[in-house]
């Protein structure tokens, strides 16, 4: 578990927003709130930690983008967000504007 957490560490990225459109026009983004930390969230999805997942989704901390986010988010395609690919989904976290 911990070589998971290793490498999901490492390949914790940052994206533009425009980057991230293509993948959540095949449904494959995930958006983790700031209440997370983004590596957890991965290692639980890449182990199959379904009880933390499950309580997450219900908790409304991990969720798929929603149509009014996205179009924000199209009006400025700037906006950054860490990233973590765990497959066949990007963890998405956006980051706060400074």
């Known amino acids: 578990m911990s070589d998971l ?5 490492e390949i914790l990225d940052e994206a533009e927003w425009e980057w991230l ?8 983004v995930i958006l983790v709130t700031l ?3 983004l590596v957890d969230v991965g290692v639980a999805i890449a182990s199959d930690n379904i009880p933390s997942v499950e309580q997450w989704i219900d ?3 991990i969720a798929k983008p929603t149509i009014v ?3 924000e ?3 400025d395609r700037s906006k950054r967000f860490n990233t ?3 497959q066949p989904y990007v963890l998405a976290q956006e980051i706060a504007a400074t």
């Open 5 to 9: 957490r290793a490498e999901l560490t």
């Open 21 to 28: 459109i293509p993948h959540v026009q095949r449904d494959a």
């Open 35 to 37: 209440e997370l930390d």
């Open 59 to 61: 908790k409304q901390l």
């Open 69 to 71: 986010q996205v179009g």
């Open 73 to 75: 988010w199209n009006g």
């Open 84 to 86: 973590l690919i765990v």
